[in-house]
């Protein structure tokens, strides 16, 4: 079955404890990306990536890194979280076979920054 | 201004209405564009890719406004599973751009 599979699902944890979010997928997509969503503000994307090795920031990168050595994983970094990073993250992927593709999504990761 | 911009609703429609949500983008550099469905905190699926000759899937239409740059959805025959929230996609320069709507939330009423 095709699909964005992000671990963990849910994680509880405290300010400056370095995390690491994983996204895999199985579709042997090129483009990957990573989402954080809140009330009000939509989905913002953090940093995508076009294949390996090749990464760039989206519109809110600051406090994140994220590194793409295999095509099918993107995890995302967390060296420092602070509170205002407790978000629900999405995980995407797709084709590039020109612009005209859809993301999948993984089922996005609920993070809580103490 | 925006970069992408949507009606937050709520919409509220008895079953069996028709519904329609604007989405007004930007960047007129923007190629590529697309309605997502997204369940209460779950993850966006795609419902729709939207053309420039307009597109129709079963009850949804999709329409593209190049020249006054917005996108619609039309939804007919209103269903309750219909309720969630809609979000439009609008992807610029190929992937390095791309930018959510905060999105439409509908409830379908019996």
């Known amino acids: 079955e095709a699909q964005v599979t992000q671990n963990p699902r849910y994680l509880i944890t405290v300010t400056g404890k370095k995390l690491t979010v994983t996204c895999s997928q199985n579709?042997?997509?090129?483009?990957m990306s990573w989402y954080r969503q809140d009330p009000g503000l939509g989905l913002r994307q953090i940093y995508y990536s076009m294949n390996v090795e090749v990464t760039d920031k989206g519109d809110v990168p600051e406090g994140y890194k994220v590194s793409r050595k295999e095509k099918r994983n993107f995890p995302l970094i967390l060296e420092s979280p602070s509170p205002n990073q407790t978000s629900l993250y999405f995980c995407?992927?797709?084709?590039?076979?020109?612009?005209?593709?859809?993301?999948?999504f993984g089922d996005g990761t609920r993070l809580s920054i103490l | 201004r925006k970069e992408v911009e949507q009606d937050p609703g709520p919409f509220n429609v008895p079953e069996g209405a028709t519904v329609a949500f604007n989405c007004t983008y930007s960047n007129s550099a923007s190629q590529s564009f697309f309605w997502y469905r997204q369940d209460c905190r779950k993850e966006p699926k795609l419902l729709m890719s939207v053309y420039s000759s307009g597109n129709e899937d079963g009850r949804f239409t999709a329409q593209l406004n190049r020249a006054s740059q917005y996108i619609s959805l039309l939804i007919r025959d209103s269903k309750l599973s219909d309720s969630a929230t809609y979000l439009c996609v609008v992807n610029t320069g190929g992937y390095q751009k791309v930018t959510f709507g905060t999105g439409t939330k509908l409830q379908v009423i019996p």
């Open positions: 995407a992927s797709s084709s590039y076979r020109g612009s005209n593709q859809p993301q999948h």
């Open positions: 579709m042997n997509h090129e483009y």
